[in-house]
């Protein structure tokens, strides 16, 4: 047995070790947690994979018992047919850029809300923060038709490729600025402005160069809800557009099993292409998107 030596004289040491039965269990408990993340994950994957398949495979080859798991080789006919009967690269474009001038107008309105709610002091600041996260209650189905007649007061209804009643609407809405107003407030202190303001920085200037660069996570969290959000949106857009060359791709989707209901590769096939761009966006921000939900358990720890 080993000694240490102590001020107060030479004292054993006691050497613990790990006794095989505890580590067996560990090993033991660790495997069955890996195998049934790896299932879930299997479970999760299974219809992504499916749909991929089916896009490659006619109708006649994928309602079969047992259904396929490997991709046909009516890829090609699936991809002309869905070129034939709709804009579909137009369409993609359409919802590309609807979606990603959108969110990037929810990040700048939001954030800056959200600080100016986090770091200002102003007569009803409270009053006027419980009134907008009020608003949160009421069914967005609730506003279509006022929206509908203000968009129609407004000239944004009229002439073709006027996609400002997609875009303009809820830029500066209650969720974002409630959930960077949380984040900034407990990310950026008092002090650091304080200091930023000792040295001649305006205040667009400490939100632009000081407040941005830190909630960087929280920006990527809400983009990624943002984008998938305004992606996936379908009945405001059914209600605005009028021309097929103008639609989105949910609603352009949707006119296809009136095209080819008995072909549901051809369905799967623009699905499958179209939630490329949202897990596309997902990879490129999920380290952050990460970090930004945990933030706030890891302050509050």
């Not at 000694?3 to 030479?10: I, K, L, N």
């Not at 830190?214 to 009028?242: C, E, H, Q, R, S």
Request: a neutral charge; glycine letters at 8%.
């Amino acid at each position: 047995m080993a000694s240490v030596t102590t001020p107060e004289g030479v004292v054993p040491r006691v050497e613990t070790h790990h006794t095989g039965a505890i580590t067996m269990r560990d090993r033991i408990n660790s495997a069955i947690m890996y195998i049934l993340l790896t299932l879930l994950a299997l479970l999760s994957i299974y219809p992504f994979w499916w749909m991929i398949v089916a896009s490659t495979r006619r109708s006649a080859t994928i309602l079969t018992a047992p259904p396929p798991m490997l991709p046909g080789s009516a890829l090609g006919l699936n991809y002309e047919q869905l070129l034939a009967q709709l804009p579909y690269w137009r369409n993609t474009i359409n919802s590309v850029g609807v979606a990603g001038i959108h969110t990037i107008l929810v990040l700048f309105f939001c954030s800056l809300g959200g600080y100016a709610f986090a770091k200002f002091r102003f007569p009803g600041r409270d009053r006027l923060f419980g009134l907008m996260l009020a608003t949160m209650m009421i069914p967005g189905v609730l506003g279509i038709i006022p929206s509908f007649m203000l968009m129609r007061w407004l000239g944004w209804l009229e002439g073709a490729d006027n996609y400002l009643p997609l875009i303009i609407p809820g830029v500066a809405n209650a969720f974002g600025i409630f959930w960077m107003r949380q984040y900034i407030a407990s990310a950026i202190p008092d002090d650091l402005m304080d200091a930023a303001r000792i040295d001649g920085a305006h205040e667009f200037g400490i939100y632009w160069k000081i407040v941005l660069p830190v909630v960087t996570p929280a920006l990527a969290a809400l983009a990624i809800f943002t984008f998938m959000g305004k992606w996936n949106d379908f009945f405001w857009p059914l209600i605005v557009l009028k021309d097929e060359i103008d639609y989105t791709l949910p609603v352009a989707l949707a006119s296809l099993p009136n095209l080819y209901s008995n072909e549901i590769g051809v369905q799967l096939l623009g699905a499958t292409i179209a939630i490329a761009p949202v897990m596309i966006v997902f990879l490129l921000s999920a380290r952050r998107f990460m970090a930004g939900l945990t933030a706030g358990a890891v302050k509050g720890s």
